[in-house]
């Protein structure tokens, strides 16, 4: 089992700045590739951003490429979510993700853990 705890998230008005943290527990951090995935009310999950084992790779959503930033911390088990340029319309609810094997990371259904999720507000 892999616990994961999200933290960051608030209110912030558009064009600033987030960092949201996801701390994991339970199984070996760095075993796992790690995704940011958010929902609206209405829609459905969507995949943000990902990140390798190693945190070598990382891949974005076209929506949020170019002013988000995935990192991860394999000493501190966390993930991050640099989330800049905010805009009213990345208003949701961010969920961090772990999974042991992944072939394509912007499914949600390729993940084995989520955290319970940071809302994550941005007011015009």
């Known amino acids: 089992q892999v616990q994961l705890v999200e933290s960051g998230g608030g209110l912030v008005q558009a064009g600033g700045s987030l960092r949201l943290s996801c701390a994991a527990s339970g199984r070996t951090f760095s075993n796992y590739a790690m995704g940011w995935f958010r929902q609206s009310p209405g829609k459905e999950r969507e995949f943000v951003a990902t990140?390798?084992?190693?945190?070598?790779?990382?891949y974005y959503a076209d929506s949020v490429k170019g002013r988000f930033t995935i990192s991860r911390d394999n000493a501190k088990n966390t993930v991050y979510l640099q989330m800049n340029s905010l805009k009213p319309e990345d208003t949701a609810v961010y969920y961090c993700?772990?999974?042991?094997?992944?072939?394509?990371?912007?499914?949600?259904?390729?993940?084995?853990?989520w955290g319970q999720g940071t809302q994550v507000t941005v007011s015009p």
């Open positions: 990140i390798s084992r190693s945190g070598g790779s990382t």
């Open positions: 993700a772990a999974a042991k094997l992944i072939i394509d990371s912007r499914r949600s259904d390729e993940y084995d853990y």
